[in-house]
């Protein structure tokens, strides 16, 4: 996932500043799926004008100003979001972690499943907290279902992290 695309999708729901992009990313859409500060939106929403991807809808105070969506722009979301995703190069520490989970003497190696499956734990009812603070009657789609499909999706694989850590543990539990 690129930061330009991001931002299309957001301007996609609807327009916004550069602050306001940038606070979406400080919250849930930071912490959960990509990060982003004002020194990278700011500069970002430049290139999308440059562009013809997105526009300048309406300059205000101190030089705020709100930014929209093109046709353009939104053909280019749209060819990314349906195009095969490609893994490029992937740096996951949680994952080599586990690879190398062999390496620990067997006790260490509990203690990191142990763990995983309580960071999944703590993760999981926290999140399903906020879905409890945002509940499924407001469309999937669109901007009052932001977050809902993505939320799910955070949902089942804290559930498939915390089960399979488990699982792991028993069967190391199991050998010795």
Same mark, same amino acid.
């Given at each position: 996932?690129?930061?330009?695309?991001?931002?299309?999708?957001l301007?996609?729901?609807r327009?916004?500043?550069?602050?306001?992009l940038?606070?979406?990313?400080?919250?849930?859409l930071?912490?959960?799926?990509w990060?982003?500060?004002?020194t990278?939106?700011?500069?970002?929403?430049?290139?999308?004008a440059?562009?013809?991807?997105?526009?300048?809808?309406?300059?205000? !105070?101190?030089?705020?100003? *709100?930014?929209?969506?093109? %046709?353009?722009?939104? $053909? &280019? @979301? /749209?060819?990314?979001?349906? +195009?095969?995703?490609?893994?490029?190069?992937?740096?996951?520490?949680?994952?080599?972690?586990?690879?190398?989970?062999?390496?620990?003497?067997?006790?260490?190696a509990? !203690?990191?499943?142990?763990? *995983?499956?309580e960071e999944? %734990?703590?993760?999981? $009812? &926290? @999140? /399903?907290?906020?879905?409890? +603070?945002?509940?499924?009657?407001?469309?999937m789609?669109g901007?009052?279902?932001?977050?809902?499909l993505?939320?799910?999706?955070?949902?089942?694989?804290?559930?498939?992290?915390?089960?399979w850590?488990?699982?792991?543990a028993?069967?190391?539990?199991?050998?010795?």
């Amino acid at each position: 996932m690129s930061l330009p695309h991001a931002l299309l999708g957001l301007l996609a729901l609807r327009p916004a500043t550069g602050y306001e992009l940038a606070r979406m990313f400080d919250g849930d859409l930071g912490r959960y799926a990509w990060q982003a500060g004002h020194t990278s939106v700011y500069p970002e929403l430049g290139k999308l004008a440059a562009q013809g991807l997105a526009e300048v809808t309406e300059e205000g !105070a101190r030089g705020a100003k *709100t930014y929209a969506l093109t %046709e353009d722009g939104r $053909a &280019e @979301l /749209r060819r990314w979001m349906l +195009e095969p995703q490609r893994q490029g190069k992937v740096r996951n520490e949680g994952v080599l972690r586990l690879f190398l989970i062999a390496a620990l003497p067997r006790e260490d190696a509990l !203690a990191v499943l142990d763990r *995983t499956a309580e960071e999944a %734990e703590r993760d999981l $009812a &926290e @999140l /399903r907290q906020v879905r409890a +603070e945002h509940p499924d009657d407001a469309s999937m789609l669109g901007e009052q279902g932001i977050g809902q499909l993505a939320a799910e999706f955070g949902v089942r694989q804290y559930e498939t992290v915390r089960d399979w850590a488990r699982w792991a543990a028993e069967r190391l539990r199991a050998e010795g």
